[in-house]
């Protein structure tokens, strides 16, 4: 079946430090990949996604990702992390069809000051 | 404006009590959804539908039953509630549509979310 595994449950950074959350897919075609913020009491947004060509897609936010597909990998980047993206992080896969997505566990990023 | 709205936004209830969640999308969306997020923050979809039609049901207890008066909202309906109902819902909506082969493209659009809470 196909699986979404965040490894990190939580991670911790300094406010201007860079970041990457980890995200790894397993499905056997090339699927459509997707990372959501849900910031406290709030729904998810969607940050960015990637369907095919430029394996290195900009979101919102000064996020980005890079699709490595011998690594399975789908890792959100940001250069310089400010307070305000404290949040949960949620990588998601799209399969078959119907809209299904299906998502990670999620990341909780901490921010220190 | 709110794109995807949900009502209530808390739900506290006895256990085996009857309770409904709304949502309301005003994107002129063809698709909604239902997604339960668990206390680990899990989350995973229960139900889409397309143009009132249902698209995917994952294996939900049929004490769930989504019900879609027109294609702008998708309401929840649980029966019988229990200790595990508990959780947050959210609703979502995206223009794809469903009926159709292929993988979902477009940006799912999520309501704030419903903390249902069964005592």
């Known amino acids: 079946a196909q699986s979404v595994t965040q490894p990190d449950i939580h991670i911790t950074v300094s406010e201007g430090a860079s970041l990457e959350l980890r995200c790894n897919y397993s499905y056997g075609a090339t699927p459509y990949l997707f990372w959501y913020v849900q910031s406290p009491g709030q729904g998810l947004q969607l940050l960015l996604k990637?369907?095919?060509?430029?394996?290195l897609v900009q979101g919102i936010k000064g996020f980005e990702a890079e699709f490595k597909r011998s690594q399975s990998s789908f890792n959100l980047r940001k250069p310089s992390v400010h307070w305000s993206d404290a949040a949960e992080y949620f990588c998601a896969v799209s399969v078959e069809y119907g809209n299904k997505l299906v998502f990670g566990a999620g990341t909780i990023l901490r921010v220190k000051s | 404006d709110t794109a995807v709205s949900q009502t209530p936004k808390y739900l506290v209830t006895q256990m085996g009590n009857d309770k409904s969640i709304k949502c309301e999308q005003n994107?002129?969306?063809?698709?909604m959804y239902w997604y339960k997020q668990d206390s680990k923050k899990f989350l995973k979809i229960m139900f889409s539908y397309n143009n009132k039609e249902l698209i995917i049901n994952e294996t939900v207890p049929n004490r769930f039953s989504p019900k879609s008066p027109d294609k702008a909202h998708l309401n929840l309906h649980i029966n019988s509630l229990e200790l595990g109902d508990s959780a947050v819902y959210f609703c979502?909506?995206?223009?794809?549509?469903?009926?159709?082969?292929?993988?979902?493209?477009?940006?799912?659009?999520f309501g704030p979310g419903t903390r249902l809470t069964v005592l």
């Open positions: 979502a909506s995206s223009q794809d549509d469903g009926s159709l082969p292929g993988l979902a493209r477009d940006t799912q659009y």
């Open positions: 990637y369907f095919s060509g430029d394996t």
């Open positions: 994107l002129g969306h063809d698709t």
